[in-house]
């Protein structure tokens, strides 16, 4: 069968996917500043599960039901707190920083973000969804290039309604990775603007950081500037991380 790789630039395109069938489809999410970064530093720290949900009122009413679990997540940037729940503190916000062994070893999170755990549950239906980052860049290519998927989706999860720079390296860095697989193949040019720019761009990710929106905001915001530099780091963790049908991210262990 002919294979197909596709690039997901702007959030507007995520929309669609909750339309199409993804069953024969392996989904990678990026969510670079900060979400796929901060749920893989979470299960690198050893958290049992994570629960994406699209709104607040969906985590409040995990916690209800299991009051174990920790909320996590943000809005505008910042820890979800009693003013937008009602009266509940989030335990954590968006930063890998806040996502310690000692906080999150054992336990499950439900975490809600403006963009990342959205387009994790857009996914929803894929034969395989695993979490992207420049973290675990190397991970993801390895089962990639193990099994190659007949059609890969590298989808952007951007920032409110505009695509996000950051995400679109990452999806660069692993097009440019799987290319020989799928180069001759292409029907959109998702993948080779998302390579071309990483190109241009991935060689010094710190640099490219202050060309992008998020990375301006969050380096502006002495609380979270280091979240930054972080986020960018290529492959230091060596986990693969994925989505179950039921909407649950956990560490996939190595065959």
Same mark, same amino acid.
């Given at each position: ?69 920790? %909320? &996590? ?26 996502? *310690? ?9 439900? *975490? ?5 755990? =959205?387009? %994790? ?44 720079? +950051? ?8 097009? +440019? ?6 180069? *001759?193949?292409?029907?959109?040019? &998702? ?9 241009? *761009? &991935? ?20 609380? %979270? ?9 290529? +492959? ?10 039921? &909407?649950?991210? =956990? ?5």
């Amino acid at each position: 069968m002919p294979t197909r790789l596709r690039v997901l630039l702007a959030p507007a395109e995520i929309a669609a996917l909750r339309r199409e069938d993804l069953g024969e489809t392996t989904c990678v999410v990026f969510d670079i500043l900060r979400a796929t970064t901060t749920m893989l530093t979470a299960l690198a720290n050893g958290a049992e599960a994570i629960v994406p949900v699209e709104e607040i009122a969906e985590a409040l009413d995990w916690k209800a039901r299991h009051p174990d679990v920790l %909320l &996590g997540g943000e809005r505008q940037g910042l820890r979800i707190g009693a003013s937008l729940t009602g009266g509940v503190e989030f335990d954590l916000g968006n930063s890998p920083a806040e996502y *310690m062994r000692d906080v999150v070893e054992g336990r499950t999170i439900v *975490m809600t973000t403006t963009n990342g755990t =959205r387009a %994790l549950r857009a996914c929803l239906g894929a034969s395989a969804i695993y979490l992207g980052s420049f973290l675990n860049l190397r991970a993801v290519t390895q089962r990639l290039q193990e099994d190659p998927p007949e059609s890969l989706l590298l989808v952007c999860s951007g920032t409110g309604d505009q695509p996000a720079l +950051e995400d679109i390296l990452a999806a660069g860095a692993l097009c +440019e990775k799987v290319w020989s697989h799928y180069s *001759m193949d292409l029907d959109s040019d &998702g993948p080779e603007v998302a390579r071309r720019l990483h190109a241009l *761009m &991935g060689a010094t990710l710190g640099e490219a950081m202050l060309s992008a929106c998020n990375g301006r905001r969050l380096l502006a915001q002495p609380h %979270l500037r280091d979240d930054v530099p972080r986020c960018v780091q290529r +492959e230091t963790l060596s986990i693969l991380a994925g989505m179950d049908p039921e &909407g649950v991210v =956990r560490r996939i262990p190595a065959p």
